[in-house]
């Protein structure tokens, strides 16, 4: 595929397309941006104006009055664990689901896969009810267990990487007397970094961004992550414009500026052979 | 294709990441076992220890947030007693499901916030209430109407107001009503109001604002309207029959004033901003202290926002207009109602110790003027301070109003008299289709009556 | 390159042995994986499989929530109402919109767009870059950002259309019945659709160059190179990709609930908001964990078409 040999409406259509694209997707974030300098009355009376008196109040106020640095924290240290866990965890399950022959093995996978296909809403307050016997409601550590149980998606991505490496090359060191968690480690991991990558990210991002367990499990504000705290500028009755639009800057930068410049390493991870058969 | 990786004699990487893997799990290890650590030394109490007590709230903004904290520390100062401040999102949605989650679980909360109505009776039902009666009848000479409006259950008290919002009023913008020579001291009834507006709006002017997408701004026109038809007795009654049971049926939604409660608010959808439907709550409150339309109809926590965006012009406050042929009087006010309640496996006495701070007079004052609420209870309004001279006129004239409402002039706001279920559905979503023409009046309260009744007989 | 090592004992006999008891690994693979399976089936019964039965469980009962040894066991009775619940099944159908989007635009759409990259458009970094920034931010930020953006008094698209003379098009979107959902959809995608593309992009370099440039020597056109030597080896990523798409659009909900709440009067309910609205706001946790119970059906059944479908393709799994 060589985009030089298209034609030219060809062409010239794919950098229209491409680049309207990429405008719709900058134009909101370049306004947040512009609007996050404005006083809450400029941002409402004039929309698209450049601001007049350069404020950060926005942004420091709402970092303050959501104690945003906390909850960066938290949200950085349950994604990184669980995501951590989920890769080893279901890394091995997935490896004997690919390779291993044992009773059940079909049964065990459908029943693995089947919790992809239920909302979270529902098992929400059963869990919470379940973690708060527990003694764990209200902490951080309930939401790392929960999301360790994501198994679902990780065990179906990465049998189907696992599977799509020859065989013979595992026969042969198994010959060798090598073990199965030498095989596992020494052969196969190397080979499927990209897959582990691919997972790892795609966990990442749910984990990072979910809303819905903080909010269930979490009561005492020091634990919140950060989809939760942005909740906290959107009262029912009462909002302010220009802490809600500190907050979703403070929300969205951070993550955007990580990837910006973490993109080159994710990319080349990610387009390492990738998923294989 | 990428070559398959030789089987290694040595194994320079594979150690790297066998020890990348020890060091990894070692730190996730401790990354688990700190919170959990933590998550001990914080657990159960509930509040019970009698030098702590958690408070769960909504208080989330940040004006609310530094009104809550200077009480709570004051309440400290006075009794030695801490108070855990577990403010949490604010959102009606999450915040009131929040609560009964909590309640549910083996934490829960000492105190908390809730809307008084039937979530207070859902509670108190499935036990999980603390009794306040007793210490109610120590703080009653203090208590004035609507101290314990929509906390009571079989002649038990389960929750204290925090104060009250008043849900029907009109602001309105001087100036701009001027450029179109509308008075507003002059309107007193919808008929005068509605012309008003259509004067302005044949003029190229914007009379009235409204954030319909949030649903809620249209439950408040359907309340507002119900009322000033029904009368504030009248509208309770109807509303209870949706939450108590054995309330007959002496008034139904289908009868001829509420239908033409709810089609009195199609008469102001021509006047509504363009779009209105599309519009968010928040912006249009914006707008409005930005100086750009006439009228706006909201509770009286619009004070709240204006103290984080000053108004371009010093805004006037109005009860909503009186319905010619409707019962209500003008004076009848709505009441949006925050009341507190307590978890049954709370330390009695620490409670009391809080009510009675609560209670006193400087409190109530300091409460009063930071949170903009009406807490019904004795004591001084003059005492009150609010930082800003407009705001704090606006605030004065407001209390005015409930203080001229008379003992049987206030009803809840529908929103919170009513069950939750009926009101999302029939009320706040309701609203959305009488304006985008998907219900008529008449069907619509067909379906509230049909829903109502069911509730009864579930309430047997 | 000799993967056995020089010095390592001829295998004959040990071979033999071990090919001639069959039975015996099998047993003794079955202990060694479910070693293998145990951790992670730990924690994916503990705290997903029970609360998912409880769930179900809890759709045959009435609970409000607050005290669950008050719930009353109904039996069918919930899945009667939801057979008879009309705005439930305008949900369902809000969702197959949703979905026969995600498929349509976003799947088929990514795949030109990583195209068009993979085969080195000029910027074509620039481009990866711009798509996939909004997938790392939080949905619900983005929810409130299109509220804005979508404002009908002074959102960017109404203003944008009013500056290039499309005035008249204005709309109150998140307002509309009509347009609420495609508002909704159209924001869903434009956030997501930079995880596909990247997906797809993996995928495509995986792609035999030398197959490539011996197909274009030959003087293949572009679009016969697609069909016979690209999409053979990207199969496994385009099902991944629509499965994920149809799937994650299916329980879509953050989005639509923070733009919409499922409004105006029911036009952007998914099955998902309508299920939250019906058990935390209307306090009717059986009745909402039928829905949850309807949606995995749904959804089993469609991985269930998917499976069968790619099954009558390669070889695969």
């Given at each position: 595929?060589?985009?030089?040999?298209?034609?030219?409406?060809?062409?010239?259509?794919?950098?229209?397309?491409?680049?309207?694209?990429?405008?719709?997707?900058?134009?909101?974030?370049?306004?947040?941006?512009?609007?996050?300098?404005?006083?809450?009355?400029?941002?409402?009376?004039?929309?698209?104006?450049?601001?007049?008196?350069?404020?950060?109040?926005?942004?420091?106020?709402?970092?303050?009055?959501?104690?945003?640095?906390?909850?960066?924290?938290?949200?950085?240290?349950i994604t990184v664990v669980s995501v951590f866990g989920i890769l080893v965890l279901e890394g091995m399950a997935a490896?004997?689901?690919?390779?291993?022959?044992?009773?059940?093995?079909?049964?065990?996978?459908?029943?693995?896969?089947?919790?992809?296909?239920?909302?979270?809403?529902?098992?929400?307050?059963?869990?919470?009810?379940?973690?708060?016997?527990?003694?764990?409601?209200?902490?951080?550590?309930?939401?790392?267990?929960?999301?360790?149980?994501?198994?679902?998606?990780?065990?179906?991505?990465?049998?189907?990487?696992?599977?799509?490496?020859?065989?013979?090359?595992?026969?042969?060191?198994?010959?060798?007397?090598?073990?199965?968690?030498?095989?596992?480690?020494?052969?196969?991991?190397?080979?499927?970094?990209?897959?582990?990558?691919?997972?790892?990210?795609?966990?990442?991002?749910?984990?990072?961004?979910?809303?819905?367990?903080?909010?269930?499990?979490?009561?005492?504000?020091?634990?919140?992550?950060?989809?939760?705290?942005?909740?906290?500028?959107?009262?029912?009755?009462?909002?302010?414009?220009?802490?809600?639009?500190?907050?979703?800057?403070?929300?969205?930068?951070?993550?955007?500026?990580?990837?910006?410049?973490?993109?080159?390493?994710?990319?080349?991870?990610?387009?390492?052979?990738?998923?294989?058969? | 294709?990428?070559?398959?990786?030789?089987?290694?004699?040595?194994?320079?990487?594979?150690?790297?990441r066998r020890s990348f893997l020890r060091a990894g799990a070692g730190a996730g290890l401790l990354a688990a076992g700190l919170p959990a650590l933590q998550a001990c030394s914080l657990s159960?109490?509930?509040?019970?220890?009698?030098?702590?007590?958690?408070?769960?709230?909504?208080?989330?903004?940040?004006?609310?947030?530094?009104?809550?904290?200077?009480?709570?520390?004051?309440?400290?100062?006075?009794?030695?007693?801490?108070?855990?401040?577990?403010?949490?999102?604010?959102?009606?949605?999450?915040?009131?499901?929040?609560?009964?989650?909590?309640?549910?679980?083996?934490?829960?909360?000492?105190?908390?916030?809730?809307?008084?109505?039937?979530?207070?009776?859902?509670?108190?039902?499935?036990?999980?209430?603390?009794?306040?009666?007793?210490?109610?009848?120590?703080?009653?000479?203090?208590?004035?109407?609507?101290?314990?409006?929509?906390?009571?259950?079989?002649?038990?008290?389960?929750?204290?107001?925090?104060?009250?919002?008043?849900?029907?009023?009109?602001?309105?913008?001087?100036?701009?009503?001027?450029?179109?020579?509308?008075?507003?001291?002059?309107?007193?009834?919808?008929?005068?109001?509605?012309?008003?507006?259509?004067?302005?709006?044949?003029?190229?002017?914007?009379?009235?604002?409204?954030?319909?997408?949030?649903?809620?701004?249209?439950?408040?026109?359907?309340?507002?309207?119900?009322?000033?038809?029904?009368?504030?007795?009248?509208?309770?009654?109807?509303?209870?029959?949706?939450?108590?049971?054995?309330?007959?049926?002496?008034?139904?939604?289908?009868?001829?004033?509420?239908?033409?409660?709810?089609?009195?608010?199609?008469?102001?959808?021509?006047?509504?901003?363009?779009?209105?439907?599309?519009?968010?709550?928040?912006?249009?409150?914006?707008?409005?202290?930005?100086?750009?339309?006439?009228?706006?109809?909201?509770?009286?926590?619009?004070?709240?926002?204006?103290?984080?965006?000053?108004?371009?012009?010093?805004?006037?406050?109005?009860?909503?207009?009186?319905?010619?042929?409707?019962?209500?009087?003008?004076?009848?006010?709505?009441?949006?109602?925050?009341?507190?309640?307590?978890?049954?496996?709370?330390?009695?006495?620490?409670?009391?110790?809080?009510?009675?701070?609560?209670?006193?007079?400087?409190?109530?004052?300091?409460?009063?003027?930071?949170?903009?609420?009406?807490?019904?209870?004795?004591?001084?309004?003059?005492?009150?301070?609010?930082?800003?001279?407009?705001?704090?006129?606006?605030?004065?004239?407001?209390?005015?109003?409930?203080?001229?409402?008379?003992?049987?002039?206030?009803?809840?706001?529908?929103?919170?008299?009513?069950?939750?279920?009926?009101?999302?559905?029939?009320?706040?979503?309701?609203?959305?289709?009488?304006?985008?023409?998907?219900?008529?009046?008449?069907?619509?309260?067909?379906?509230?009556?049909?829903?109502?009744?069911?509730?009864?007989?579930?309430?047997? | 390159?000799?993967?056995?090592?020089?010095?390592?004992?001829?295998?004959?006999?040990?071979?033999?042995?071990?090919?001639?008891?069959?039975?015996?690994?099998?047993?003794?693979?079955?202990?060694?994986?479910?070693?293998?399976?145990?951790?992670?089936?730990?924690?994916?019964?503990?705290?997903?499989?029970?609360?998912?039965?409880?769930?179900?469980?809890?759709?045959?009962?009435?609970?409000?929530?607050?005290?669950?040894?008050?719930?009353?066991?109904?039996?069918?009775?919930?899945?009667?109402?939801?057979?008879?619940?009309?705005?439930?099944?305008?949900?369902?159908?809000?969702?197959?919109?949703?979905?026969?989007?995600?498929?349509?635009?976003?799947?088929?759409?990514?795949?030109?767009?990583?195209?068009?990259?993979?085969?080195?458009?000029?910027?074509?970094?620039?481009?990866?870059?711009?798509?996939?920034?909004?997938?790392?931010?939080?949905?619900?930020?983005?929810?409130?950002?299109?509220?804005?953006?979508?404002?009908?008094?002074?959102?960017?698209?109404?203003?944008?259309?009013?500056?290039?003379?499309?005035?008249?098009?204005?709309?109150?979107?998140?307002?509309?019945?009509?347009?609420?959902?495609?508002?909704?959809?159209?924001?869903?995608?434009?956030?997501?659709?930079?995880?596909?593309?990247?997906?797809?992009?993996?995928?495509?370099?995986?792609?035999?160059?030398?197959?490539?440039?011996?197909?274009?020597?030959?003087?293949?056109?572009?679009?016969?190179?697609?069909?016979?030597?690209?999409?053979?080896?990207?199969?496994?990523?385009?099902?991944?990709?629509?499965?994920?798409?149809?799937?994650?659009?299916?329980?879509?909900?953050?989005?639509?609930?923070?733009?919409?709440?499922?409004?105006?009067?029911?036009?952007?309910?998914?099955?998902?908001?309508?299920?939250?609205?019906?058990?935390?706001?209307?306090?009717?946790?059986?009745?909402?964990?039928?829905?949850?119970?309807?949606?995995?059906?749904?959804?089993?059944?469609?991985?269930?078409?998917?499976?069968?479908?790619?099954?009558?393709?390669?070889?695969?799994?």
């Open positions: 595929m060589n985009f030089a040999r298209l034609s030219r409406p060809a062409k010239i259509v794919s950098y229209t397309g491409l680049t309207g694209l990429a405008l719709v997707i900058v134009a909101p974030l370049l306004w947040l941006t512009m609007s996050v300098f404005k006083n809450s009355s400029d941002i409402v009376t004039n929309p698209f104006s450049l601001p007049k008196d350069f404020s950060f109040t926005n942004i420091t106020d709402a970092w303050n009055a959501g104690d945003f640095g906390q909850l960066y924290v938290n949200s950085v240290l490896y004997a689901f690919a390779r291993m022959e044992f009773r059940g093995r079909n049964l065990l996978f459908v029943i693995f896969v089947a919790g992809q296909f239920v909302p979270a809403q529902i098992i929400a307050l059963p869990s919470f009810l379940q973690m708060s016997h527990l003694n764990l409601a209200d902490t951080r550590l309930s939401l790392i267990l929960q999301y360790l149980s994501w198994a679902p998606f990780a065990v179906l991505f990465l049998r189907a990487s696992f599977l799509a490496i020859p065989k013979e090359i595992e026969e042969a060191a198994l010959l060798d007397g090598a073990s199965r968690l030498a095989v596992l480690w020494r052969i196969i991991l190397p080979m499927t970094r990209s897959s582990f990558a691919t997972v790892g990210t795609i966990y990442a991002l749910w984990i990072w961004n979910d809303f819905l367990f903080p909010l269930v499990y979490l009561r005492s504000s020091q634990n919140f992550t950060v989809p939760l705290g942005l909740a906290h500028f959107q009262g029912l009755f009462t909002t302010f414009w220009g802490y809600l639009i500190g907050a979703i800057f403070i929300a969205v930068w951070p993550p955007m500026l990580i990837y910006l410049l973490l993109s080159r390493r994710i990319q080349s991870k990610l387009a390492m052979g990738g998923v294989k058969g | 294709m990428n070559s398959p990786a030789p089987y290694p004699d040595r194994i320079p990487r594979a150690l790297s159960s109490n509930g509040g019970n220890a009698a030098t702590a007590l958690t408070f769960m709230n909504r208080w989330s903004d940040p004006n609310s947030q530094k009104a809550a904290n200077a009480m709570f520390s004051g309440f400290t100062k006075a009794t030695g007693i801490k108070i855990t401040n577990q403010v949490q999102p604010s959102s009606g949605s999450t915040y009131q499901p929040a609560v009964r989650t909590a309640f549910s679980s083996n934490t829960p909360p000492a105190l908390a916030t809730d809307i008084s109505g039937p979530e207070v009776y859902n509670l108190a039902r499935a036990g999980v209430l603390m009794d306040l009666t007793s210490i109610y009848q120590g703080i009653k000479s203090k208590a004035r109407a609507g101290a314990v409006a929509g906390s009571e259950v079989d002649g038990k008290i389960w929750g204290l107001s925090d104060g009250a919002t008043i849900g029907n009023c009109v602001f309105y913008n001087p100036d701009y009503l001027a450029k179109y020579h509308v008075d507003a001291a002059a309107i007193t009834t919808t008929s005068q109001w509605l012309a008003a507006m259509s004067h302005i709006k044949k003029a190229g002017g914007t009379p009235i604002l409204i954030g319909a997408k949030d649903q809620w701004p249209g439950g408040h026109y359907l309340n507002d309207l119900v009322q000033r038809r029904l009368g504030s007795a009248a509208a309770t009654q109807l509303y209870n029959r949706t939450v108590l049971p054995k309330q007959g049926d002496k008034i139904k939604w289908t009868d001829d004033q509420v239908i033409a409660a709810f089609r009195d608010y199609l008469a102001f959808k021509p006047l509504f901003q363009d779009g209105f439907l599309g519009e968010a709550a928040a912006t249009t409150d914006g707008q409005f202290l930005a100086g750009k339309a006439g009228f706006y109809e909201m509770g009286s926590w619009l004070l709240s926002t204006m103290r984080q965006t000053p108004p371009s012009f010093t805004p006037g406050v109005m009860l909503f207009p009186t319905v010619e042929g409707g019962a209500g009087h003008g004076n009848e006010v709505t009441l949006g109602n925050d009341t507190i309640i307590v978890s049954a496996k709370a330390n009695a006495d620490a409670v009391r110790k809080f009510f009675d701070y609560f209670t006193r007079p400087d409190s109530l004052a300091r409460w009063s003027g930071s949170m903009f609420v009406s807490p019904p209870y004795r004591f001084d309004a003059s005492a009150v301070k609010v930082d800003s001279p407009v705001l704090g006129k606006l605030f004065g004239r407001i209390n005015s109003f409930s203080a001229n409402a008379g003992r049987d002039g206030a009803a809840l706001f529908n929103d919170q008299a009513i069950d939750v279920n009926i009101y999302s559905r029939y009320i706040w979503q309701g609203s959305v289709g009488l304006m985008t023409g998907e219900l008529s009046p008449e069907r619509l309260c067909q379906k509230l009556e049909e829903a109502t009744v069911r509730a009864q007989r579930k309430l047997g | 390159m000799s993967l056995v090592r020089a010095d390592a004992p001829a295998p004959s006999q040990p071979v033999a042995e071990k090919a001639a008891r069959p039975t015996d690994r099998k047993r003794e693979g079955s202990w060694s994986a479910y070693a293998l399976l145990l951790p992670a089936g730990v924690f994916y019964v503990s705290f997903q499989l029970f609360p998912i039965l409880v769930a179900f469980a809890l759709s045959f009962f009435s609970w409000d929530g607050i005290d669950i040894r008050q719930a009353k066991f109904l039996g069918l009775a919930n899945y009667v109402t939801l057979v008879h619940d009309g705005l439930l099944w305008r949900s369902v159908w809000h969702n197959l919109v949703v979905a026969l989007a995600v498929l349509i635009i976003q799947c088929v759409g990514s795949f030109v767009i990583a195209a068009i990259i993979q085969a080195g458009i000029k910027g074509g970094r620039f481009f990866r870059l711009v798509f996939f920034a909004p997938v790392v931010i939080s949905s619900v930020a983005v929810g409130m950002l299109a509220i804005f953006v979508f404002s009908p008094s002074q959102g960017l698209v109404n203003e944008a259309l009013s500056a290039i003379g499309l005035g008249g098009l204005r709309q109150p979107w998140l307002g509309s019945g009509t347009w609420a959902l495609p508002a909704v959809i159209a924001t869903y995608i434009l956030q997501n659709f930079g995880l596909s593309v990247l997906l797809f992009i993996s995928g495509l370099g995986q792609v035999d160059q030398d197959l490539l440039e011996a197909a274009e020597l030959d003087g293949a056109s572009q679009g016969r190179i697609l069909w016979q030597v690209v999409f053979p080896v990207i199969r496994p990523v385009t099902t991944t990709v629509f499965l994920l798409g149809l799937v994650t659009g299916f329980k879509l909900f953050d989005t639509v609930y923070v733009m919409t709440a499922g409004g105006p009067f029911h036009a952007s309910d998914t099955i998902v908001t309508y299920l939250y609205g019906v058990s935390f706001g209307g306090n009717d946790i059986g009745y909402g964990n039928a829905i949850g119970v309807l949606l995995f059906v749904i959804l089993l059944v469609i991985a269930l078409i998917q499976l069968r479908l790619t099954r009558t393709g390669k070889e695969t799994e």
